[in-house]
């Protein structure tokens, strides 16, 4: 395995870890296969959508590296490519990474990333800038390319940006609000090479609907009030190009609360939450393929915590959480290749293996008057009062633990930085003899803390919503623990 600019880590006493596979993260499809992003670092790989094969890309270590004390940003925000390179937006880099087999550009980006589309050797960047607090003069729309990257200002207020065909679209509004009490009125907008927006539909819609573009052959407007009414309305609908100019089309139903990807075959792939009579604690959601327009659709159970995810070539993927403990050696997060057979069904596949990356990791090392071993303690006893604390009981006088219907243990340290854990051992009253234990990083491969607020009430919620192993699944360790 090799990499653009690789540089030998022996000067700093070699490779300081044992095997570290990649762990899949954020995915971009392109009609050869897909690119994947790992879950916390900055490392790129393409899966070969035919064979499943795996080929290590590159990485940004020396670009995203931070030695300030506090959570690494965001490894990616947004992917956009083709076959032959893939623009990655990372905030942990300042700016959009550019990678291909051959050659890495870095371009500086003064704000995070919300949306990116790439055609023809050109990325398009929209900045995820606040609406109130933004510093003046920093405009929304980006252009890089070979000569560097130039702002725009398109004279509207953008929210989404695609590629569909070779042609650039955005959403947004005008910059003259809407008086209280008037419904919200959005653009869709085609951008031209230096940024000349031009108004293609007007879109009337009440306040807090949400709106967002996905392209097919041509561009298509997803629009949910899930949350806003009741019920919630949720359809796509493709803008068509007409004698007259180009107008709205007719609506395609998509089920509530779905995470919607179309591909360029004006397919739409939706991720749900599967229905009561199918789903099991392996399978608790599905994926929809339904072609647009058209009333014959497909759907399938897939295993694991599903992310929703991205579709192109007549394929979809996305990754998969495994909720049960793994055998040795196998990785808990997976990517799946959805593929739609001859007979209509939904045929799944998983991408097995994942390149070493632990030689390309930099050694962690924390800034100076920092000690990560009294930074895990603050942080373990922290948990520990968390998960220990006496909660309110509806009879007077009377107090209930955090979590009900479990026993907290213990909470203590294992592992050197930066594999320091936290772990958790905790007995469930429904599940007598059996411990459980639950490991908890507390900092990343980089050696950066890992936020861990939450982590106390996402355990409290998982137990008291009976996400854990089920009887017959709650198979334990060596050592007779049940880890979830």
Known sequence: MTRQGQTSKEGAGGCWMGVRRMRPGALHAVPGGVWVVDDELPVLAFVN????????????????????????????????????????????????????????????????????????????????????????????????????????????????LIVAGDTIFALGQRLDAPRDGEPFHFVVLRVGADAQAEVLVEIEQPHGWQLKLHAGQRPW??????????????????????????????????????????????????????????????HPFAVLRRPLPGAAESSRLLPGDTRPGTACGGRAWCVSVYRLPLPQGMAQRSVLRLNPRSDGEIEVAYVAEWPDIAPLIPYPCPPDGVDPNAWAESQRANLEAELTQAG????????????????????????????????????????????????????????????????????????????????GRDIPDADGVVWI
Request: proline fraction near 7%; glycine fraction near 10%.
């Open 49 to 160: 959508g035919c064979d499943l094969s795996t080929t290590f890309i590159g990485d940004w270590f020396e670009e995203s590296a931070s030695r300030e004390w506090a959570p690494r940003r965001s490894v990616c925000t947004a992917l956009a490519g083709d076959d032959s390179e893939c623009w990655i937006a990372s905030t942990d880099a300042h700016g959009v990474v550019r990678l291909s087999v051959a050659e890495k550009s870095v371009f500086e980006i003064p704000a995070p990333v919300r949306a990116l589309a790439s055609t023809g050797g050109t990325c398009w960047a929209l900045l995820d800038l606040p609406s109130t607090s933004a510093p003046r003069g920093l405009l929304p729309l980006w252009r890089l390319d070979r000569a560097g990257a130039r702002s725009f200002d398109t004279g509207f207020i953008l929210h989404d």
């Open 221 to 282: 407007l997803e629009v949910d009030s899930q949350g806003l009414e009741w019920p919630g309305a949720h359809w796509v609908e493709p803008l068509e190009q007409s004698p007259e100019g180009w107008r709205r089309g007719i609506r395609v139903q998509m089920p509530r609360l779905a995470r919607l990807a179309l591909n360029d075959e004006d397919v739409a792939w939706a991720w749900v939450r599967a229905g009561n009579d199918v789903r099991d604690f392996d």
């Open 392 to 471: 309110r009981s509806k009879a007077p006088g009377e107090t209930c633990p955090y979590i009900r219907g479990a026993t907290i243990e213990s909470v203590s340290l294992a592992g050197e930085f930066p594999a320091t854990e936290c772990v958790i051992r905790f007995g469930l009253e429904e599940r007598p003899g059996i411990a459980f234990g639950q490991r908890i990083r507390c900092f990343d491969d980089m050696g950066a803390p890992k936020q861990s607020d939450y982590d106390g009430l996402r355990l409290k919620e998982r137990i008291e919503t009976g996400a854990i192993p089920p009887l």
